[in-house]
Protein backbone atom coordinates (compact mmCIF):
# COMPACT_ATOMS: atom_id res chain seq x y z
CA UNK A 1 0.00 0.00 0.00
CA UNK A 2 2.85 2.38 0.61
CA UNK A 3 4.23 2.24 -3.10
CA UNK A 4 0.83 2.96 -4.06
CA UNK A 5 0.62 6.28 -1.81
CA UNK A 6 4.53 7.07 -2.49
CA UNK A 7 3.37 6.65 -6.61
CA UNK A 8 -0.60 8.47 -6.35
CA UNK A 9 1.29 11.27 -4.20
CA UNK A 10 4.15 11.67 -7.00
CA UNK A 11 1.65 11.76 -9.66
CA UNK A 12 -0.55 14.25 -8.17
CA UNK A 13 2.25 16.53 -6.71
CA UNK A 14 3.45 16.78 -10.59
CA UNK A 15 -0.08 17.70 -11.65
CA UNK A 16 -0.15 21.71 -13.48
CA UNK A 17 -3.65 21.63 -11.68
CA UNK A 18 -2.35 21.37 -7.97
CA UNK A 19 0.82 24.01 -8.65
CA UNK A 20 -2.20 26.52 -10.04
CA UNK A 21 -3.83 25.62 -6.71
CA UNK A 22 -1.33 26.14 -4.28
CA UNK A 23 -0.21 29.40 -5.93
CA UNK A 24 -3.52 30.63 -6.10
CA UNK A 25 -4.10 29.95 -2.28
CA UNK A 26 -0.86 31.69 -1.23
CA UNK A 27 -1.48 34.87 -3.80
CA UNK A 28 -5.06 34.96 -1.90
CA UNK A 29 -3.81 34.55 1.47
CA UNK A 30 -0.68 36.77 1.15
CA UNK A 31 -2.91 39.27 -0.71
CA UNK A 32 -5.71 40.01 2.13
CA UNK A 33 -3.24 40.13 4.90
CA UNK A 34 -1.07 43.13 2.63
CA UNK A 35 -4.88 44.71 2.02
CA UNK A 36 -6.32 44.05 5.52
CA UNK A 37 -4.59 46.04 8.23
CA UNK A 38 -7.80 44.37 10.76
CA UNK A 39 -6.04 40.39 11.07
CA UNK A 40 -9.47 39.03 12.33
CA UNK A 41 -11.48 40.94 9.26
CA UNK A 42 -8.65 39.64 7.30
CA UNK A 43 -9.05 35.67 8.64
CA UNK A 44 -12.44 36.08 8.25
CA UNK A 45 -12.01 36.79 4.16
CA UNK A 46 -9.76 33.72 4.09
CA UNK A 47 -11.77 31.50 5.64
CA UNK A 48 -14.91 32.57 3.62
CA UNK A 49 -12.63 32.13 0.21
CA UNK A 50 -11.47 28.71 1.94
CA UNK A 51 -14.78 27.01 2.91
CA UNK A 52 -15.35 27.95 -1.06
CA UNK A 53 -12.17 27.26 -2.90
CA UNK A 54 -10.85 23.85 -0.57
CA UNK A 55 -13.83 21.84 -0.81
CA UNK A 56 -14.43 22.47 -4.84
CA UNK A 57 -10.66 21.90 -5.96
CA UNK A 58 -10.35 18.85 -3.75
CA UNK A 59 -13.79 17.20 -4.52
CA UNK A 60 -13.36 17.96 -8.58
CA UNK A 61 -9.81 16.86 -9.01
CA UNK A 62 -9.94 14.11 -6.71
CA UNK A 63 -12.96 12.96 -9.38
CA UNK A 64 -11.31 13.23 -12.33
CA UNK A 65 -7.97 12.28 -10.94
CA UNK A 66 -10.10 8.50 -10.30
CA UNK A 67 -11.76 8.32 -13.61
CA UNK A 68 -8.54 9.26 -15.11
CA UNK A 69 -6.73 6.51 -13.39
CA UNK A 70 -8.99 4.39 -13.95
CA UNK A 71 -6.87 2.17 -16.30
CA UNK A 72 -3.72 2.05 -13.56
CA UNK A 73 -6.61 1.11 -11.02
CA UNK A 74 -7.85 -1.70 -13.49
CA UNK A 75 -3.90 -2.71 -13.54
CA UNK A 76 -3.95 -2.57 -10.15
CA UNK A 77 -6.94 -5.12 -9.52
CA UNK A 78 -5.58 -7.64 -11.82
CA UNK A 79 -2.48 -8.24 -9.44
CA UNK A 80 -2.39 -10.31 -6.25
CA UNK A 81 -3.00 -6.65 -4.12
CA UNK A 82 -5.68 -6.44 -2.31
CA UNK A 83 -8.89 -3.80 -2.69
CA UNK A 84 -8.72 -2.30 0.12
CA UNK A 85 -5.20 -1.56 0.12
CA UNK A 86 -5.40 0.20 -3.73
CA UNK A 87 -8.35 2.23 -2.38
CA UNK A 88 -6.99 3.59 1.34
CA UNK A 89 -3.49 4.21 -0.94
CA UNK A 90 -5.34 6.44 -4.01
CA UNK A 91 -7.14 8.06 -0.65
CA UNK A 92 -4.04 8.81 1.11
CA UNK A 93 -1.77 9.37 -1.77
CA UNK A 94 -4.55 12.17 -3.13
CA UNK A 95 -5.23 13.65 0.55
CA UNK A 96 -1.70 13.95 0.98
CA UNK A 97 -0.83 15.70 -1.98
CA UNK A 98 -3.78 17.92 -1.67
CA UNK A 99 -2.84 18.53 2.45
CA UNK A 100 0.62 19.79 0.98
CA UNK A 101 -0.64 22.37 -1.30
CA UNK A 102 -3.09 23.93 1.30
CA UNK A 103 -0.30 23.93 4.03
CA UNK A 104 2.32 25.57 2.01
CA UNK A 105 -0.34 28.10 0.09
CA UNK A 106 -2.95 28.56 2.83
CA UNK A 107 -2.05 26.59 6.21
CA UNK A 108 1.39 27.92 7.39
CA UNK A 109 1.15 31.65 6.27
CA UNK A 110 -2.35 31.37 8.29
CA UNK A 111 -0.50 30.33 11.52
CA UNK A 112 2.41 32.51 10.68
CA UNK A 113 0.23 36.11 10.37
CA UNK A 114 -2.49 35.57 12.80
CA UNK A 115 -0.83 33.50 15.87
CA UNK A 116 -0.80 30.16 16.75
CA UNK A 117 -4.08 29.74 18.36
CA UNK A 118 -6.56 30.80 15.39
CA UNK A 119 -4.49 29.72 12.91
CA UNK A 120 -4.33 26.35 14.06
CA UNK A 121 -7.61 26.35 13.94
CA UNK A 122 -8.27 27.86 10.53
CA UNK A 123 -5.43 25.18 9.63
CA UNK A 124 -6.69 22.47 11.21
CA UNK A 125 -10.32 22.31 9.51
CA UNK A 126 -9.16 23.55 6.24
CA UNK A 127 -7.79 20.21 6.19
CA UNK A 128 -10.37 18.09 7.50
CA UNK A 129 -12.98 20.18 4.74
CA UNK A 130 -10.28 18.95 2.14
CA UNK A 131 -10.42 15.11 3.70
CA UNK A 132 -13.66 15.06 3.64
CA UNK A 133 -14.53 16.49 -0.04
CA UNK A 134 -11.76 14.03 -1.26
CA UNK A 135 -14.24 11.24 0.59
CA UNK A 136 -16.73 12.53 -0.89
CA UNK A 137 -15.32 12.47 -4.03
CA UNK A 138 -13.97 9.09 -4.15
CA UNK A 139 -17.92 7.87 -3.39
CA UNK A 140 -18.93 9.75 -6.49
CA UNK A 141 -16.78 7.76 -8.57
CA UNK A 142 -17.05 4.18 -7.46
CA UNK A 143 -20.80 5.22 -7.96
CA UNK A 144 -20.62 5.69 -11.44
CA UNK A 145 -18.85 4.84 -14.45
CA UNK A 146 -19.92 7.55 -16.52
CA UNK A 147 -16.98 10.42 -15.75
CA UNK A 148 -19.71 13.09 -16.76
CA UNK A 149 -22.17 11.88 -14.34
CA UNK A 150 -19.31 11.39 -11.68
CA UNK A 151 -18.11 14.92 -12.12
CA UNK A 152 -21.59 16.13 -11.87
CA UNK A 153 -22.25 14.50 -8.59
CA UNK A 154 -19.31 15.95 -7.43
CA UNK A 155 -20.61 19.70 -8.25
CA UNK A 156 -23.57 19.16 -6.91
CA UNK A 157 -22.18 17.64 -3.53
CA UNK A 158 -19.89 20.63 -3.43
CA UNK A 159 -23.27 23.13 -4.39
CA UNK A 160 -25.22 21.60 -1.30
CA UNK A 161 -22.54 21.68 1.00
CA UNK A 162 -21.28 25.04 0.79
CA UNK A 163 -24.68 26.97 -0.98
CA UNK A 164 -27.77 24.99 -0.71
CA UNK A 165 -27.49 23.82 2.65
CA UNK A 166 -27.23 27.34 4.79
CA UNK A 167 -30.46 27.83 2.62
CA UNK A 168 -32.37 25.61 3.41
CA UNK A 169 -30.99 25.88 7.19
CA UNK A 170 -32.77 30.09 6.85
CA UNK A 171 -35.81 28.97 4.87
CA UNK A 172 -36.29 26.06 8.34
CA UNK A 173 -35.87 28.72 10.68
CA UNK A 174 -38.14 31.00 8.76
CA UNK A 175 -40.55 28.57 8.47
CA UNK A 176 -40.46 27.47 12.86
CA UNK A 177 -39.32 30.91 13.94
CA UNK A 178 -42.59 30.94 16.29
CA UNK A 179 -40.76 27.78 17.99
CA UNK A 180 -37.66 27.40 20.57
CA UNK A 181 -35.47 25.51 17.67
CA UNK A 182 -32.10 26.85 18.63
CA UNK A 183 -30.80 23.93 20.47
CA UNK A 184 -32.25 21.80 17.15
CA UNK A 185 -29.66 24.10 15.10
CA UNK A 186 -26.75 22.65 16.89
CA UNK A 187 -27.65 19.02 15.74
CA UNK A 188 -28.45 20.49 11.71
CA UNK A 189 -24.86 22.02 11.74
CA UNK A 190 -23.35 18.68 12.48
CA UNK A 191 -25.39 17.74 8.88
CA UNK A 192 -22.42 19.64 7.22
CA UNK A 193 -18.52 19.65 7.20
CA UNK A 194 -18.84 23.35 6.13
CA UNK A 195 -20.83 24.85 8.40
CA UNK A 196 -18.98 22.80 11.35
CA UNK A 197 -15.69 24.65 10.33
CA UNK A 198 -17.11 28.22 9.43
CA UNK A 199 -18.73 27.98 13.72
CA UNK A 200 -15.48 26.59 15.26
CA UNK A 201 -13.58 29.61 13.73
CA UNK A 202 -15.95 32.20 14.23
CA UNK A 203 -16.11 31.01 18.11
CA UNK A 204 -12.32 30.64 18.38
CA UNK A 205 -12.17 34.37 17.50
CA UNK A 206 -14.66 35.80 19.86
CA UNK A 207 -17.27 36.69 17.29
CA UNK A 208 -20.18 34.74 18.10
CA UNK A 209 -22.35 37.89 18.63
CA UNK A 210 -22.58 37.63 14.20
CA UNK A 211 -24.69 34.55 14.90
CA UNK A 212 -27.17 36.17 17.06
CA UNK A 213 -29.67 34.48 19.38
CA UNK A 214 -28.26 31.66 17.77
CA UNK A 215 -24.72 32.38 18.12
CA UNK A 216 -24.94 32.27 21.64
CA UNK A 217 -26.60 28.29 22.21
CA UNK A 218 -23.13 27.75 19.04
CA UNK A 219 -21.24 29.11 22.27
CA UNK A 220 -22.90 27.39 24.73
CA UNK A 221 -21.97 23.78 22.92
CA UNK A 222 -19.35 24.23 20.81
CA UNK A 223 -17.49 26.86 22.91
CA UNK A 224 -16.88 23.93 25.56
CA UNK A 225 -13.83 21.42 25.42
CA UNK A 226 -16.27 18.50 24.60
CA UNK A 227 -18.19 20.44 22.28
CA UNK A 228 -15.05 21.14 20.84
CA UNK A 229 -13.60 17.57 20.59
CA UNK A 230 -17.38 16.09 19.20
CA UNK A 231 -17.00 18.90 16.56
CA UNK A 232 -13.97 17.72 15.63
CA UNK A 233 -15.04 13.94 15.85
CA UNK A 234 -18.16 14.75 13.38
CA UNK A 235 -15.22 16.71 10.65
CA UNK A 236 -13.15 13.44 11.08
CA UNK A 237 -16.26 11.34 10.35
CA UNK A 238 -17.44 13.41 7.21
CA UNK A 239 -13.62 12.28 6.27
CA UNK A 240 -14.12 8.53 6.84
CA UNK A 241 -17.20 7.45 6.73
CA UNK A 242 -17.94 8.46 3.27
CA UNK A 243 -14.66 6.79 2.50
CA UNK A 244 -15.65 3.64 4.47
CA UNK A 245 -18.70 3.44 2.31
CA UNK A 246 -17.21 3.81 -1.26
CA UNK A 247 -14.16 0.89 -0.08
CA UNK A 248 -17.28 -1.29 0.49
CA UNK A 249 -18.45 -0.65 -3.03
CA UNK A 250 -15.25 -1.07 -4.34
CA UNK A 251 -14.60 -4.20 -3.22
CA UNK A 252 -17.44 -5.47 -4.64
CA UNK A 253 -17.53 -3.59 -7.88
CA UNK A 254 -17.08 -5.67 -11.58
CA UNK A 255 -14.12 -3.59 -13.15
Not at 51 to 69: D, G
Request: with cysteine.
Amino acid sequence: MYKIIRFVLLDVLKSKVLLSYLLLLATITWGVFSLEDNSTKGVLTLLNIMLLTVPLVSIIFSTIYVYNSAEFIELLVSQPIKRTKIWTGLYLGINLALFIAFSIGMGIPIVYMQGFEIGLMVYSVGVLISCAFVSLALFSAVYTRDKTRGIGAAIMQWLFFTLLFDALVVLFLFQFSDYPIEELMVGITLLSPVDIARILVILQMDIAAMLGHTGAIFKAFFGTTWGLIIAYIVLCLWSFIPFVISLQKFRKKDL
